[in-house]
């Protein structure tokens, strides 16, 4: 146990921690208390000195590390989508001036391309896809198909397929096509709704969803599907 760290978390919300390729733990749930771990040398450090003192973002929910090195794009409630370098630097950041389906949606998950595009599924606001530039955003929610706008994990499947876990029911997105193939109880789920943070895709790539009744797990080239 850290007892240094004890002040870092929300009792109020969720407190994002995130494995980077190095070993080093991300966890934090504001900018101020944004700290980089390492766990053999049991050194730390905050990754936003003082830099932001002024302008403090509360509510990181969601981590994902990005392709580039030394950066996370983080998920907020509120705030949008940020991208971080863990020198200290805000790269990149869109709000609700920038797209009104990311900043006013709380952000549940995010998935960076190997484009270095993103995907982000919200509370309420469905999936975004936002181009590695930030020039070109689309929206997709349930008249597009999706089984509905509470996006709460996006695993890749291949460089042209996306499962999506929602709210109510599991789709399965094909980036070419742009079409959605849906999965609920009938088809051998163990629940409709899957649960935030809950997600995970192991070495041999079987895929782990939680959910309201268990955990769903399966191998995603097994899944007839059309």
């Given at each position: 146990i850290h007892d240094q760290f004890k002040d870092y978390?929300?009792?109020?919300?969720?407190?994002?921690?995130?494995?980077?390729?190095?070993?080093?733990?991300?966890?934090?749930?504001?900018?101020?208390?944004?700290?980089v771990f390492d766990p053999e040398t049991l050194n730390h450090r905050a990754v936003f000195q003082d830099s932001l003192k002024s302008f403090e973002i509360w509510n990181l929910d969601v981590f994902e590390?990005?392709?580039?090195?030394?950066?996370?794009?983080?998920?907020?409630?509120?705030?949008?989508?940020?991208?971080?370098?863990?020198?200290?630097?805000?790269?990149?950041?869109?709000?609700?001036?920038?797209s009104s389906k990311i900043g006013k949606n709380?952000?549940?998950?995010?998935?960076?391309?190997?484009?270095?595009?993103i995907w982000i599924g919200t509370y309420g606001g469905g999936l975004t896809h936002?181009?590695?530039?930030?020039?070109?955003?689309i929206n997709?929610?349930?008249n597009d198909g999706l089984p509905d706008d509470n996006v709460v994990a996006i695993l890749p499947e291949?460089?042209?397929?996306?499962?999506?876990?929602?709210?109510?029911?599991?789709?399965?997105?094909?980036?070419?096509?742009?079409?959605?193939?849906?999965?609920y109880t009938e088809d051998g789920?163990?629940?409709?709704?899957?649960?935030?943070?809950?997600?995970?895709?192991?070495?041999?790539?079987q895929f782990y969803l939680g959910g309201m009744n268990g955990i769903n797990a399966f191998f995603p080239n097994e899944i007839e599907t059309t």
């Open positions: 978390n929300n009792i109020h919300g969720p407190n994002p921690l995130v494995r980077l390729r190095d070993g080093r733990l991300l966890f934090g749930f504001t900018t101020e208390h944004l700290t590390e990005s392709r580039d090195k030394d950066c996370v794009w983080i998920g907020t409630r509120g705030h949008g989508i940020i991208k971080v370098h863990l020198s200290g630097k805000i790269i990149q950041s869109y709000d609700h001036n920038f709380p952000v549940l998950c995010i998935e960076e391309d190997i484009d270095k595009s936002l181009s590695h530039d930030g020039k070109a955003i997709y929610d349930k291949g460089p042209n397929k996306l499962w999506i876990a929602t709210y109510n029911g599991l789709s399965l997105f094909n980036k070419i096509t742009k079409e959605f193939q849906n999965f789920l163990s629940h409709n709704e899957f649960n935030f943070s809950s997600f995970y895709k192991n070495s041999e790539g």
